[in-house]
């Protein structure tokens, strides 16, 4: 349960806590090499990719039950026990060889990951609800993605050249900063909120997430429509580490590469609320579909170091996405709750929103997990492009005829 009695400096604490915990997080070393350390313990780049579909699989079956879990029981607990399951997955990395160990070190890391999606969101909004700052959301979510790009930019660079040092160094680094992020979240205030409370909480969960994908127009496509476009990124940001490596990129100077593209998501982030209001909520919507698949297509064709500009435009695209949409999204909750406050299912409705990237994220793994050793990654990538376009294209047209992108 929150503490019923926490004082107003201890909530003001609470999101640069937050952006603190986000910038340990995200400080992952591993992630620029993490192709090769798998390499070199016994795992390909087509297991890689299974590897990677396995852990996608584990994060959509407790995505949704985990963000429940946040709302009925704790924000910090969850968040607690996210960041033990998180470096425990990081610990059995460190010594796995084999196809087996790694799926288990993924499977460990999932449990972490769906413990965190939804719950910092949802922690910060109930923070400046209570401190009477609710409006200043997007700026501060902008703030924090900022500030995580930033971290994740600098262990890029560090993490390529740990890797030429030793190749176990990325993966303890990665596993140090998750414990200190445990000693931060110890420290930690939950602010007073409504706490979900049910008989029944199977039934409860199943009435929330049917609220969220069928009970409320608005927020179902204002999920569906990015989940579409930023779910299925994740497959450009592998690909291009297996392409610049093939392109004589060297692991040192492919977290130098990382590094800018993070730098870029994180000025995207910082400005996300500016480039709203300088392009209007609707020009924004429909132009993240044509960036992104042209991040896919100069990927696929760029046959030199310069293809990387494409996964950089696709990350960009999602951190402004994801932003704006996460924003909107609450928003619309907190209108529609019956006394404004929304912070009882807060949690596990952007679990769902999670989810629905998870799923297209899951899909586009595996379906390059069993083309590319077939057909290469640049024809992978091209198709997987043409099913984005055509995936999205009826979703954009009902968030296009939404209320809200027809008053902003």
Not at 43 to 50: E, H, K, R, T
Not at 195 to 201: A, F, I, L
Not at 253 to 271: C, H, K, Q, T
Request: charged share 15%.
């Amino acid at each position: 349960m929150p503490d019923m009695t926490v004082t107003h400096e201890a909530l003001m604490t609470v999101p640069l806590k937050l952006r603190l915990v986000k910038v340990l997080t995200a400080a992952l070393f591993i992630v620029p090499v993490i192709v090769m350390f798998f390499s070199l313990r016994g795992v390909d780049m087509g297991l890689f990719m299974i590897t990677q579909a396995i852990f996608r699989a584990g994060v959509i079956t407790l995505e949704v039950p985990t963000g429940y879990l946040a709302d009925s029981w704790s924000r910090k607990k969850t968040l607690l026990v996210g960041t033990m399951f998180y470096a425990t997955g990081l610990g059995v990395m460190l010594f796995a060889y084999g196809l087996g160990m790694f799926i288990v070190a993924e499977l460990l890391m999932a449990v972490g990951c769906v413990m965190y999606s939804g719950t910092v969101q949802a922690l910060l909004y109930d923070a400046l609800s209570a401190l009477g700052k609710r409006h200043t959301a997007r700026a501060e979510l902008g703030k924090q993605r900022q500030w995580e790009y930033l971290s994740e930019g600098f262990s890029m660079v560090a993490g390529g050249v740990l890797f030429s040092v030793a190749p176990e160094l990325p993966v303890l680094l990665t596993l140090l900063c998750f414990l200190a992020a445990l000693g931060v979240l110890m420290t930690l205030t939950e602010p007073q909120r409504k706490v979900r409370k049910s008989e029944n909480h199977l039934q409860d969960l199943s009435n929330v997430v049917r609220y969220a994908v069928h009970g409320h127009t608005e927020i179902r496509w204002l999920m569906v429509y990015p989940a579409v476009l930023m779910g299925t990124t994740i497959v450009p940001f592998w690909s291009a580490q297996k392409l610049m490596t093939d392109y004589g990129v060297s692991s040192e100077v492919f977290g130098f590469m990382l590094m800018a593209n993070f730098l870029l998501r994180a000025v995207s982030a910082r400005y996300a609320e500016a480039i709203e209001r300088l392009l209007g909520l609707r020009t924004l919507a429909w132009l993240l579909l044509p960036a992104i698949i042209s991040g896919f297509v100069i990927l696929a064709v760029v046959q030199s170091p310069l293809a990387f500009v494409g996964m950089v435009i696709c990350a960009c695209s999602w951190s402004l996405g994801n932003i704006v949409f996460t924003d909107l999204v609450n928003r619309l909750l907190d209108e529609h709750a019956e006394d404004g406050d929304a912070s009882d299912i807060r949690a596990t409705v952007l679990s769902v929103f999670g989810l629905m990237q998870q799923l297209y994220g899951m899909a586009g793994l595996l379906l390059a997990g069993w083309l590319s050793p077939v057909v290469g990654i640049p024809a992978t990538l091209l198709l997987i492009a043409a099913l984005i376009a055509v995936a999205a294209m009826v979703p954009l047209i009902k968030v296009l005829q939404l209320q809200t992108f027809n008053k902003r």
